[in-house]
Structures are given as C-alpha cells and as structure tokens.
C-alpha cells in the first residue's frame, strides 16, 4: 500500500500551481522546549493552506470530458480556495457550496478567485450533502476534501519535502488532523522512506475523531452537536476511510489539544514568524509542545502550520486565551474586604507578580468579589500562589478552565440585580451570520422572561450567548425542554461559580 502511494506522491503534478514551502528553525520554541523545532511553512502558499496541492492534483487527473463538465466541492473554507484556484488554473468551471457560518475571509476568497459559491446549512455536513446531492443532479464530479487517493497524494508532497529539506537526524513530524488526508499522505511517505520517524498527529479535543478510532480500532462518528467548532478547519466528525486505512499503520500517537492551548500556539507562530496561524493551522504547534511536555522527545522535530486564513475579528479572543493557554495566567474569583485599601493590600500580598486583568463587583455591604488574573510561572509557582492567598484569608476560587467565565463573565462583571431573583442561566452557541442573533431571539419566544443577556462577536464561525432566564413560579425542566426546541447547543450555567460570585 505505501509503496503505491509514494509512486503517486513522487508523480503528483502539485508543482504546477503550488510551490515548495520552506521548513524553518524555530528559535524561541526550541529554546523554550529544550529541542531544535522546525516549522513547515504550508501558510505561504498562495491560498495560504497546503489543500492546493490535494486539489490541484486531483483536478489535474480529471479526464477531459470531466473538466469541459465542471466541478462541485464542499468545504469549511481551505478546501474551497484550493479546488477554486486549481480549477481556474485548469480552465475548469468551479461551483463551491459553504455551510453559512464559514468565516467570511473564506467565503470571499473563493468568490475572488473566480468559483461560484452557494451558501447552504449551519454547518459542514449540511453544505456536504447538499454538494452531493447537486453532482449527481448536474452529473458533475465531486471533489472531496480529504477521502480520496489523488487528494492524499497531492497533500504528500508535504511529507516528501519536509524528508528531502531536514536531516537525517529527524525524530517527530507532527501533523494537525481533521479528515486525515494531510496526515495520511505524510505518514505514507515518511514510513516508506524513512520508517523510524514518528508520526504525531494532532486534534482538537472536540473533534478527536482519530484518535478515537485508532483507540477502537475502526472508524466512528462523533455527534456533530458537540464538535471543536473553534479550529473549524479541523472540525470533522468521522476520519475518512482511506486516510484511516493508513493511519492506523503508520501513525504513531496522537496528541489533543483545547482552545487556550491552541491561541497559545497562534502566539507561538506568531512570535516566530511574524505570520498570524488560523487556529487549525497552529494546531500541529500546540500538539509538539504538549508532546514535549508528557514524553522524552529529543531529537529535531517539524511540525505543520497548515493555514492562516483567519478573520481579524477573532484575534481579540485569541489573544484573551492565549496566555492562559500557555500556563502564564490564572483567573481567579477573589473575596476582598469592602473597605479602603483593601485592593492595595491585596497587591501587595501578590508582591511582584502582575495582573493582567481586574474586575470589581461590590458583594455586600462586607465583602467584595474581584475577577483577576494573575501572571505565574508555573503550575507549581500557580499552586504556590493559591496556597499563600488562602493562609492570608483570602476566598478563592479558580475559574481558568471556566469557559463562561473567560467568555462572557469577564466582561459583565458589575451586573448583579438589586433584589434577588429567581433565575436559571444558559451558555449557547449559534451559527455567526447576518440575522442570527434575530433568529435565536425569535426562537426563544416571549413565553420566558429575560434577565441576563450578554453576545459579544468573536469573529468566529459561531456566536456565543448567555443569557438568563426568570424561573419565578414556573418549572425549570418545562424551560429545558423549550430550549431544546431552539435548535442551538447549549449548556446550562445556574450552577456555575464564576455566575454565583460575580451575577448572582
């Protein structure tokens, strides 16, 4: 099986449209992990992505009768700048469906370029089988995005230049996973050529597809409810057949990574390259320095940034995460003595540490509740921080995995109601488009009162709501099952103990 697929590999006609990236040093990662670290600079092909090289060769072995037909994809964006931007180089019309939530960088990208795009669902599998069901209605040949030979081919080419560009003394190549094509074709030819070269894979911890089925042994499908929607290039609920087939031979370990670790990672890039990641495309990163840090690895090691085809709304997000990602943050929900000087005594028992953020909420006549954060140098400099504030009187409690805290009570601190209520929270995620917002609102109805509101637009694919709810009289469970009827993920936060100091 390998050797057939480094034939293809080797005759892959990417060199055409894409050009052979660079594999550079790493100086600031290696020093901090202690190894030399190589980047594979996939963000500077034209598209800003390696799916050029996928598309371009799969669109090049169209039969003449298929490329005077035309062409249809479905893709969360990549995918789509790649078949449009073969297609064109081809001479090859190019109809893209986008589900409505892709980010609109992609979305114009693609209308650049010259292909047609039809916007179709809130997510990837419904503009996926919409793409399929116009192909076989227009008879046009459907690219996919990573379940296919020729597409795993083209990607291969990653791996046949990251072999032919580092020494021989290469330990780790580490390779960001959505569908498993890139990984695929990589892990084909470095296992053929140079078989002790450990393939890592790397996933989002929502959308672990592979991982999952090399612990199963056999593919499965993850409910697309509960997908990593934050690195949406990589959101993918099964792994594809082909690249499975692979993967399971030749890939080594896998590694998930969570959104702060990965706006870690983006920070990382950034630092070394002066180039902005899309969070998939820092995901190999994230992956490499969580690896270092649970194994003894070595020896010289690459690792994939895949893309940088993100929306500079989402940078202020990005960055928010990206400290507490790389450990150097802890937020905390701190009690203070409503007196004067009491916030001054406070940062005089933090000595020289800094705060890197400071919310105060008057919690009664008494006492007042402060969301911090606190830069530490460590999880054992953290712990020692913790310990000191609790010997000095101070209630804490620690909310840097809270993720509405760092989403949205960070920014509402103050809005506690002045008599108490009788109230049930909610965290939603609705797909970010031109009337969204409306929508969701609508879909709540006037049957239950509001009390708590708070969206703030992070420039991703989906946008994130608390909101509170008034349960005075009425059942809770009867709220629960209205708001299943919404048709938005949702979790519930009356519980929450960032809510309880700071709202509540």
């Known amino acids: 099986m390998l050797e057939a697929y480094v034939k293809k590999i080797l005759a892959s006609r990417v060199y055409d449209l894409a050009v052979e990236t660079p594999t550079t040093f790493a100086p600031k990662l290696s020093k901090k992990l202690g190894i030399r670290v190589s980047l594979k600079r996939e963000d500077m092909q034209e598209i800003f992505s390696f799916k050029v090289r996928g598309a371009y060769n799969k669109l090049s072995l169209l039969s003449c009768q298929e490329k ?47 292909a047609k795009v039809i916007l179709e669902g809130d997510n990837y599998d419904a503009a996926a089988q919409y793409a399929k069901k116009l192909s076989e209605n227009l008879r046009l040949p459907l690219i996919p995005p990573y379940d296919d030979p020729d597409i795993i081919a083209g990607q291969g080419t990653v791996g046949l230049e990251i072999i032919n560009q580092h020494g021989e003394d290469l330990e780790c190549i580490f ?11 990589i892990a084909a030819y470095a296992k053929y050529v140079r078989p002790k070269i450990k393939i890592v894979g790397v996933e ?55 959104t702060d670790e990965i706006c870690a990672a983006i920070k990382d890039v950034f630092e070394e390259t002066r180039t902005v990641a899309e969070p998939a495309g820092a995901l190999a990163i994230a992956g490499l320095k969580k690896y270092v840090q649970q194994n003894n690895l070595v020896g010289p090691s ?71 954060g606190i830069e530490v140098e460590s999880d054992i400099d953290a712990e020692n921080l913790f310990e000191d504030l609790k ?48 929508k969701f609102l609508k879909n ?55 809510y309880n100091l700071f709202l509540r």
Not at 175 to 185: D, E, F, H, K, M
Not at 313 to 326: F, T, Y
Not at 426 to 433: A, T
């Open 68 to 114: 005077k037909q035309g062409v249809i994809a479905a893709s969360a964006g990549n995918h789509a700048q790649g078949v449009a931007i073969a297609a064109r180089e081809l001479g090859i019309a190019a109809t893209i469906v986008m589900s409505h939530n892709t980010p609109g960088i992609k979305v114009a990208a693609v209308k650049d370029i010259g």
């Open 175 to 185: 390779v960001p996973v959505g569908g498993g094509g890139l990984i695929a074709g």
């Open 204 to 258: 989002a911890e929502g959308s672990a597809c592979l991982t999952l089925a090399l612990e199963r042994k056999k593919r499965v499908t993850l409910n697309s409810e509960k997908l990593d929607l934050f690195a949406d290039g990589v959101s993918v609920a099964q792994v594809g057949k082909e690249p499975f087939k692979i993967a399971r031979h030749c890939v080594d370990s896998m590694v998930t990574v969570n």
């Open 302 to 372: 690459v690792a994939i940034v895949s893309g940088a085809n993100v929306n500079f709304d989402r940078l202020r997000h990005i960055s928010e995460r990206a400290e507490v990602g790389e450990a150097r943050e802890k937020i905390l929900g701190v009690g203070l003595e409503e007196k004067p000087g009491s916030f001054l005594k406070f940062s005089r028992n933090l000595g020289s540490r800094a705060v890197t953020e400071f919310n105060y909420r008057l919690g009664d006549a008494t006492r007042a509740n402060v969301y911090v």
């Open 391 to 438: 010997i000095k009187g101070y209630p804490i409690t620690d909310l840097t995995e809270n993720e509405a805290a760092k989403v949205h009570l960070r920014h509402m601190v103050g809005g506690k109601p002045k008599t108490p209520i009788s109230e049930a929270v909610f965290r939603f995620e609705f797909p970010e488009r031109k009337g969204a917002l409306l």
């Open 444 to 498: 709540i109805g006037n049957e239950w009162d509001i009390t708590l509101f708070h969206y703030r637009n992070h420039g991703a694919a989906w946008g994130r709501v608390l909101v509170g709810f008034s349960v005075q009289g009425k059942s809770i469970d009867e709220l629960r099952k209205h708001l299943a009827k919404v048709g938005y993920r949702y979790w519930e936060e009356t519980h929450n103990e960032g």
